[in-house]
Nanobody, 119 residues
Framework: QVEVVESGGGLVQAGDSLRLSCAVS????????INWWRQGPEKGREFVATISRAGDSTYYSKSVEGRFTLSKDIAKNTAHLQMSSLKQEDTAVYYC????????????WGQGTQVTVSS
């Protein structure tokens, strides 16, 4: 049974940094593509970043590129989303999605973690 759990959200000020974590259980994280999505107040779900199964390739949305960094800690079966220079518009619930062996039919979602950026 695969389980995905996000953590690390909180209330910060604009310009601050925050690190979100996505812990995967039920299989090695090296078998999962990890995607981060977010949903802001009264907004649709927005893609944030992705990292390949091996952790050697990443891609970011234009809105976070250069400020966010996604990485994997294979030994801890955890992915980390390091967020810097946070802006109010980054306020959202952040969700981690783990896709097993590249198959969208085997996609597992976490419950989300709230990030609030104040001015």
């Amino acid at each position: 049974q695969v389980e995905v759990v996000e953590s690390g959200g909180g209330l910060v000020q604009a310009g601050d940094s925050l690190r979100l974590s996505c812990a995967v259980s039920g299989g090695s994280i090296s078998r999962f593509t990890i995607n981060w999505w977010r949903q802001g107040p009264e907004k649709g779900r927005e893609f944030v970043a992705t990292i390949s199964r091996a952790g050697d390739s990443t891609y970011y949305s234009k809105s976070v590129e250069g400020r966010f960094t996604l990485s994997k800690d294979i030994a801890k079966n955890t992915a980390h989303l390091q967020m810097s220079s946070l802006k109010q518009e980054d306020t959202a619930v952040y969700y981690c999605a783990a896709i097993l062996n590249g198959s969208m039919q085997n996609q597992y979602w976490g419950q989300g973690t709230q990030v609030t950026v104040s001015s």
